[in-house]
């Protein structure tokens, strides 16, 4: 007869993990929402157990830093090592690390190449590119700087980014002096109002779009990557051959740009 081992229970290990852990982590979750500390009833309720089985977690969970109990409603929160352990994911978090498998998976759900910007010195600037096998040669390769105003990444930085980083460039662009570095636009100059309504378009939309406005045989989509902070930490574009393309704000391409984007907000540590 085999011997059991004293003080393991086999019977809680599940799938090479632990049914405790999952359990403890539901727990975890029901306190991960911003908001009032919790009662105890309603820990319970999100976790999908009794209160006894919720408290006793709980209770462990204050004795080693994960939860405290607020003193004044009784209600449960994340306790200040929940928030340490939340601070060190996010130091190791970037954008171009995160976003890079999804970028080829959106890629391959579009069919059309998809690349990735973040904002460097100089400006709107893509650092990763997923290219398809079509007849389109891209102009573009990581390295390259978009202007603000005709390019739909830009466009995006423009909308989201603070106005005291992107002025400077954007009094150059209305101006008609991109600035060095950026690819040469073929779109005319916009006036300081139609830039402003050009911006709220995309808040309202959650993507810029461009049909030529920098290249008149390309047409782009692009949504903007939100980090922790509610900061654009990135804008991802999906760009084919005008013509081919399908760039509706509503269309099948713009929602799968959409859903991408917001995974990876998610995975940012974005609300």
């Not at 607020?70 to 171009?96: C, F, K, N, Q, T």
Request: hydrophobic letters at 40%.
């Amino acid at each position: 007869m085999g011997e059991k081992v004293v003080g393991e229970n086999v019977d809680d290990e599940i799938g090479g993990g632990v049914q405790s852990v999952d359990t403890a982590l539901r727990v975890l979750s029901a306190l991960v929402e911003m908001g009032p500390p919790l009662m105890l009833k309603t820990v319970a309720e999100r976790a999908e157990m009794l209160p006894p089985k919720a408290h006793r977690y709980l209770v462990s969970f204050c004795r080693g830093g994960l939860a405290e109990r607020d003193p004044a409603s009784g209600g449960y929160r994340l306790g200040p090592l929940a928030v340490r352990l939340g601070l060190a994911a996010l130091r190791h978090l970037h954008v171009v690390n995160v976003g890079a498998q999804t970028l080829g998976e959106l890629r391959d759900e579009v069919g059309y190449t998809v690349g990735l910007a973040i904002w460097g010195a100089a400006g709107p600037t893509f650092v990763r590119f997923e290219e398809t096998n079509d007849a389109l040669i891209m102009s573009g390769r990581p390295g390259s700087v978009m202007p603000i105003l005709s390019s739909s990444t830009g466009r995006v930085f423009g909308a989201y980014m603070p106005r005291s980083v992107t002025d400077p460039f954007l009094r150059r662009e209305l101006a008609g002096k991109p600035h060095p570095g950026a690819s040469p636009s073929t779109a005319r100059r916009i006036t300081k109002e139609q830039m402003e309504a050009l911006f709220q378009n995309v808040r309202e939309h959650g993507l810029a779009q461009v049909l030529g406005d920098l290249n008149p045989g390309l047409h782009g989509l692009s949504a903007p990557v939100f980090d922790h902070a509610g900061a654009v930490a990135g804008v991802i574009t999906v760009m084919g051959p005008a013509g081919a393309i399908n760039v509706d704000l509503d269309g099948p391409i713009a929602q799968a740009l959409r859903t991408r984007a917001r995974q990876v907000s998610q995975r940012m540590g974005a609300a």
